[in-house]
């Protein structure tokens, strides 16, 4: 998920961005990684994982800009849907 205004539209768009995932250890890493992986970019130096926890918390991590995006692969808690996110 992104922010509406996030100029994140493309999975190349991703280079020198924070993800944060719920864990280090979620599923979501590897997935991203990827991902990352598949645009092109080195997953373990052109992107940054952050653990931001689940639901509520990731989602203000997200609104507060210490991610530019939350990829929380292993669920997705129903307040992490506000009107300013947006599934990428």
Known sequence: MVLKESPIRKDV?????AIGVGSLA?????????LVAEAGLDPNKDVT???VGMG????MALKMGKVD?????DG???QTRSSRCHAH
């Not at 768009?13 to 961005?17: E, R």
Request: zero cysteines; charged letters at 15%.
């Open 76 to 78: 997705i808690d129903i």
């Open 69 to 73: 995006l939350i990829s929380l692969v």
């Open 49 to 51: 994982f952050l653990p």
């Open 56 to 59: 509520a918390q990731a989602a």
């Open 26 to 34: 979620s599923s979501a890493v590897g997935y991203m990684k990827a």
């Open 13 to 17: 768009d991703l280079k020198g961005k």
